[in-house]
């Protein structure tokens, strides 16, 4: 009689990193879209309320939740490209190891930048320009 391993198929390598960043990183889009949605909407019940709304994103942790989704949507993206790459080329799953550290480098190169820059003026406001 055959008995059942115990434990999980994954053991910690890059797959199953990238398939639990990848969720996460769906997920949040998943519920940004949907508060985006629900405070949209708000524009047709109650302009004032919605106005209201809109002012408290405002704040310095809405800024990095703002960085947070953009770095959330630009790995889901290029994740999505590689998964796709391993589905359906040929070398897709031999070269799976490899694209995975090329997403995280370009997912690297374009973050910084772009974080420096969506966080450029909440840094200023805070902490005064340095120039």
Do not use: C
């Not at 797959?15 to 708000?42: C, E, K, Q, S």
């Not at 047709?44 to 947070?68: F, H, M, W």
């Amino acid at each position: 009689m055959a008995t059942m391993s115990s434990g999980t198929l994954y053991r910690g390598g890059e797959g199953m990193w990238t398939w639990v960043v990848h969720r996460i990183a769906g997920v949040a889009v998943f519920f940004f879209l949907l508060v985006h949605v629900l405070d949209t909407a708000l524009v047709r019940v109650s302009p004032q309320l919605y106005d209201q709304v809109i002012a408290s994103y405002k704040t310095p942790i809405v800024n990095l939740l703002e960085v947070g989704l953009v770095g959330a949507v630009l790995y889901h993206a290029l994740n999505g490209v590689r998964v796709i790459l391993v589905d359906f080329w040929a070398k897709g799953p031999r070269l799976q190891r490899q694209m995975t550290w090329v997403v995280g480098t370009v997912w690297v190169v374009l973050m910084l930048p772009g974080a420096f820059f969506m966080l450029k003026h909440t840094v200023e406001t805070m902490f005064g320009s340095a120039a």
